[in-house]
């Protein structure tokens, strides 16, 4: 019995810290707030920061790994469906769903680089299923594609994100979906 409220306590601790770390990246940059800080929100002492992390950015190297490992779940889950749309519409639910988070991972104060990692994921299944689906199959040619469509998603996402994610996961989906679809179709009938 014991161990479930040491265990317990442990997640209660771990979520108040790493709370309090998303509460500051609202305010300042990482590299502008510091472990005093963290403490003095969270209302806890270093020694208790100190035997869960090395300090503020392995705290928030393991937000977002968290953070990428939920959304990693959702793209696999979502890649079953055969349906390159439900991808966008599931990621948009997430990130709704994932408000708080998101808003501040996805900031001037978060990792630039966290949602392009994200939006990767799901690199491998599009490549594939485009070898599958298409006659002619040119690999740097469809990277360079999947980069493109990638970053305009991002940019996408970012301005939805940043400005209160005030439209539904469907809409911004969909916008995401017929853009890529439109371009697609005009990079496809091509001659390559």
Not at 176 to 187: L, N
């Amino acid at each position: 019995m014991e161990d479930k409220k040491t265990d317990h306590r442990v997640r209660y601790t771990k979520m108040v810290i790493k709370e309090s770390l998303l509460k500051l990246l609202t305010e300042r940059s990482i590299n502008k707030v510091t472990v005093t800080d963290i403490c003095r929100e969270a209302n806890i002492n270093r020694n208790t920061f100190y035997s869960h992390y090395a300090n503020q950015f392995e705290l928030l190297s393991t937000i977002e790994n968290d953070l990428y490992e939920d959304i990693k779940q959702v793209v696999i889950n979502s890649s079953n469906l055969k349906t390159p749309e439900k991808l966008s519409y599931e990621l948009c639910k997430y990130i709704k769903a994932n408000k708080t988070i998101c808003e501040v991972l996805f900031s001037e104060h978060g990792d630039k680089a966290l949602l392009e990692r994200i939006l990767y994921i799901s690199h491998d299944l599009t490549i594939e299923r485009w070898k599958q689906e298409l006659k002619y199959f040119d690999q740097p040619l469809f990277e360079s594609w999947y980069t493109f469509t990638a970053h305009g998603s991002i940019a996408i996402i970012k301005k939805w994100v940043n400005s209160g994610l005030k439209e539904s996961p469907s809409k911004i989906a969909d916008f995401i979906d017929k853009a890529t679809q439109s371009v697609s179709k005009a990079f496809y009938s091509e001659e390559l």
